[in-house]
């Protein structure tokens, strides 16, 4: 049984919380029908599939699911949805005093196996996923980065190119939290992620280490190659807002640690180099880049 990051063992916990929450659905649409006490305003609106806990929920989880399998993803907001209209029309007639018809009730039994049939196999993936990557960025994780980094090492000797590790970290990130709560921080870390991403080019490997710190694998020709790509992240990162919600924004900075890998050096030895790198750039006023 492999072990888990906290985040991920919250991220399946709230899985299944909101699965079960959504099963509460059927025990309202049961009393509905039985004793004609009405289900509430929320399974009745036309939009309840974005009212209720699971649809809130899955939705803002949606573009991390899509790149577990985007077939399956956008099939459940599907039948989701298609469940809730189907509950809402048998309620809407039991309320009425309106007999109920065959074809609701089997589009609601249809549509309700086939959405826990397709969680059940999505809630699979995410664990398997989990293993890899980082269930909040997207981003693999620096386990099994040992492989990564060897082809990545060779592909610079052969091509002639210069390997830099590079420590990414958020300043006072832990202000973050505390001023606007731990979601906050979450936005802002996938906001980051998502940034770096664009910024980077898509052979250069980057990874969640570890709370608010990332690795990058820099490939470039010369080492002011390297100091034009850490200034221009630190530049893009510091200029962009991050929006947080209410249209509030906020915005971030980020110290980069930079170690040129040697020939026969291998990654624990760089990791350490640019960690070094990171925490003089931190001491030293942050928002900027040091190179070891």
């Known amino acids: 049984m492999p072990n888990f990051s906290l985040e991920t063992e919250i991220f399946i916990a709230e899985f299944d919380a909101a ?3 959504h099963m509460m659905l059927t025990r309202r649409i049961l009393r509905c029908a039985v004793l004609r006490e009405s289900p509430g305003d929320d399974v009745l609106s036309p939009m309840a599939h974005t009212l209720c806990s699971f649809g809130r929920w899955f939705t803002s989880n949606v573009p991390y699911f899509e790149m577990v399998d985007t077939e399956a993803t956008q099939r459940i907001v599907l039948i989701h949805q298609f ?3 189907s509950s809402r029309s048998i309620c809407n007639n039991v309320m009425d005093g309106r007999a109920g018809n065959n074809i609701d009730l089997d589009n609601f039994e ?3 196996s086939e959405l826990l049939i397709l969680l059940a196999k999505l809630k699979t993936l995410v664990l398997s996923h989990a293993v890899r990557h980082d269930p909040l960025t997207g981003l693999p994780l620096r386990y099994g980065i040992e492989n990564d980094f060897a082809l ?7 091509n002639n190119f210069l390997l830099y590790a590079a420590m990414i970290d958020v300043d006072h990130f832990k202000l973050v939290n505390d001023q606007y709560g731990h979601p906050v921080g979450d936005i802002v870390l996938r906001h980051l992620a998502s940034s770096l991403k664009l910024l980077i080019r898509g ?5 969640r280490f570890g709370g608010e710190e990332f690795l990058w694998l820099l490939r470039c020709r010369s080492p002011d190659e390297a100091a034009q790509s850490a200034h221009r992240a630190i530049t893009t990162i510091e200029k962009t807002p991050i929006p947080i919600g ?14 040129q890998i040697g020939e026969n050096e291998g990654i624990n030895e760089a990791i350490i180099r640019a960690d070094t790198a990171l925490y003089k750039g931190k001491h030293a006023g942050r928002n900027q880049y040091v190179i070891s």
Do not use: V
């Open 19 to 21: 699965i079960e929450a």
């Open 83 to 85: 469940m809730h209209d």
């Open 110 to 112: 249809k549509s309700q």
């Open 152 to 158: 990545a090492h060779k592909d610079a000797l052969r």
């Open 203 to 207: 052979n250069d490997p980057l990874y």
């Open 246 to 259: 209410d249209d509030q924004s906020l915005f971030i900075t980020i110290t980069i640690g930079l170690a």
